[in-house]
């Protein structure tokens, strides 16, 4: 079912609020109890939600990986041109345990997670390329891109929803992913780079209400569904996208080749001086002729092809295409009376043509429409 959103009162107040203030720090002094550090710790990374973005994660993380040597400083220096996606909602946590923020303990292991794989990127032999990034590193790049933009939708949600501005029967009209997808015209392989990001995101929250409360504590497990719940709507919206195959495969287009193109690799003899003179008909005409004289002034062999049918004739190459095998005829003329059989292929037409070469004895030859450089066009007919 289709999600329209409504517009929240109050999310650009919210939103203003949460980014205000420098970088937060952690209060030694304020935090007497349990509940005061949770506090701080909450507000912190609602600061952080607003704030950060994947490069300076990776900028944080990078700082404190070299600085607590995680990372020597040449693993730190080549890893300042890795994907920043990498470090997403890790950077942050290393940057609040640098400013004074109890969670080393629960933090840690996303922290080793981060370091383990960015050596495992690093050991990776890099391929050079000259022309600059692939098509699927760019459609990887908008993947990520657009993820980005639906995770800062969520943080606007989780700002409403903790603010108690958002209840829970206007969720499903907050975020409309099918809406999204249509006006950022997301394609199906676009949609499929996004789903990682995404499932990346809500698997912080599934671990939240299974058994990493941490900084979580101030939420009830009802609010930690409503936001599990969203990312799984985004999910199933973008999913079914990926799954959506194109229904119609575009056909290619060719250009339509003209005479000339068609006749341009043709040899044939433009002229001879030889039985009183004569000049080829130009090949063009071929083109859709459904029968055509030709004759061989070396060999003094004769032709009349006929077409297949009403199409005519085409060429390919060096060779008439669509010729009749069994109604063309080859036939070697006498010195004595190529003259004569010339000067009626030029003046008659294809009934005085055949019945001058029916008289002729030879022993018919083999016809199979390809051209040489001896052969003269004496006429075509349509």
């Given at each position: 079912m289709t999600r329209s959103r409504s517009s929240s009162k109050g999310v650009s107040n919210q939103i203003q609020k949460q980014m205000s203030g420098t970088m937060p720090v952690f209060d030694s002094k304020k935090a007497t109890d349990e509940i005061e550090i949770d506090i701080q710790i909450g507000n912190a990374l609602n600061w952080y939600n607003m704030m950060a973005s994947d490069k300076k994660e990776r900028?944080?993380?990078?700082?404190?990986?070299?600085?607590?040597?995680?990372?020597?400083?040449?693993?730190?220096?080549?890893?300042?041109?890795?994907?920043?996606?990498?470090?997403?909602?890790?950077?942050?946590?290393?940057?609040?345990?640098?400013?004074?923020?109890?969670i080393e303990e629960w933090a840690q292991k996303y922290i080793d997670a981060c370091v383990a794989k960015v050596k495992k990127n690093l050991s990776k032999k890099k391929t050079v390329t000259k022309?600059?990034?692939?098509?699927?590193?760019?459609?990887?790049?908008?993947?990520?891109?657009?993820?980005?933009?639906?995770?800062?939708?969520?943080?606007?949600?989780?700002?409403?929803?903790?603010s108690g501005k958002l209840k829970k029967k206007d969720d499903a009209a907050f975020f409309?992913?099918?809406?999204?997808?249509?006006?950022?015209?997301?394609?199906?392989?676009?949609?499929?780079?996004?789903?990682?990001?995404?499932?990346?995101?809500?698997?912080?929250w599934n671990n939240a209400l299974a058994d990493d409360r941490s900084f979580y504590d101030h939420m009830s497990d009802s609010e930690i569904k409503r936001m599990i719940r969203i990312y799984d709507w985004i999910l199933e919206g973008l999913n079914i996208?990926?799954?959506?195959?194109?229904?119609?495969?575009?056909?290619?287009?060719?250009?339509?080749?003209?005479?000339?193109?068609?006749?341009?690799?043709?040899?044939?003899?433009?002229?001879?001086?030889?039985?009183?003179?004569?000049?080829?008909?130009?090949?063009?005409?071929?083109?859709?002729?459904?029968?055509?004289?030709?004759?061989?002034?070396?060999?003094?062999q004769m032709y009349l092809l006929e077409s297949q049918d009403k199409r005519g004739f085409t060429v390919k190459g060096t060779t008439i295409q669509n010729v009749n095998i069994d109604k063309s005829v080859c036939k070697c003329i006498r010195e004595t009376q190529v003259n004569d059989l010339l000067q009626i292929a030029k003046?008659?037409?294809?009934?005085?043509?055949?019945?001058?070469?029916?008289?002729?004895?030879?022993?018919?030859g083999i016809v199979n429409g390809r051209m040489n450089a001896n052969m003269i066009i004496m006429k075509v007919y349509k």
């Open positions: 900028k944080w993380f990078l700082t404190y990986a070299e600085k607590n040597k995680l990372l020597t400083k040449g693993e730190v220096d080549r890893a300042k041109t890795m994907d920043p996606t990498i470090f997403s909602r890790v950077g942050r946590y290393t940057e609040m345990i640098s400013n004074g923020f109890p022309s600059g990034p692939s098509i699927q590193d760019r459609m990887d790049d908008k993947g990520i891109e657009k993820a980005s933009e639906i995770i800062q939708k969520v943080d606007e949600f989780y700002c409403e929803m903790t409309d992913i099918e809406s999204f997808l249509n006006v950022n015209e997301i394609k199906p392989a676009i949609s499929a780079r996004m789903v990682p990001h995404i499932e990346q995101s809500r698997e912080e996208r990926a799954a959506t195959k194109r229904t119609t495969k575009r056909t290619r287009k060719r250009k339509e080749k003209t005479p000339a193109d068609l006749v341009k690799r043709i040899k044939y003899l433009e002229k001879t001086d030889l039985y009183g003179g004569h000049v080829s008909v130009a090949p063009e005409n071929l083109i859709g002729a459904t029968k055509v004289c030709l004759f061989n002034a070396k060999t003094r003046t008659q037409g294809i009934q005085g043509l055949k019945t001058a070469f029916n008289k002729i004895t030879s022993k018919p």
